[in-house]
């Protein structure tokens, strides 16, 4: 069994992280994960959270999601995000006015569409609390 695997991390606008890691702690839509080498194959939707990367030297990085999916092999682990940065450029003005937005949202809905939104605004009030 091998001790690392390959991690990247990427957004729309960068790659964010690329490289070796032990394991990688994922905010799955359907709870959190971890992906370590010699994982199952998967692939998960993720919600807005924390991703945090044990690194090959021991060390950890931290980056927080705003969505995208994970694609997890035996060899890696590919995080595509609609929006991502390193935990420490996150503010929680950001973090605020995204949950504004998924409020308006929210409300514009009906049904099963409210329910989706109305997830997102509580992850996004989670984040934030995770984040003070």
Not at 125 to 132: A, F, G, K
Request: charged share 25%.
């Amino acid at each position: 069994m091998a001790d690392t695997f390959q991690f990247d991390l990427v957004s729309p606008e960068s790659r964010l992280a690329s490289g070796q890691a032990k394991a990688v702690r994922l905010p799955g839509a359907d709870g959190d994960m971890t992906a370590m080498p010699d994982h199952a194959p998967t692939v998960t939707t993720l919600r807005p959270g924390t991703i945090v990367v044990e690194m090959e030297d021991g060390g950890e990085q931290e980056f927080v999601v705003l969505g995208g999916f994970a694609q997890i092999t035996a060899e890696s682990a590919t995080v595509l995000a609609d929006e991502a940065m390193r935990k420490t450029d996150v503010s929680s003005e950001l973090l605020q006015q995204r949950i504004k937005e998924a409020q308006e949202a929210q409300a514009a809905k009906e049904g099963p569409d409210a329910d989706v939104a109305a997830k997102l605004v509580a992850d996004l009030e989670h984040l934030l609390q995770d984040m003070v």
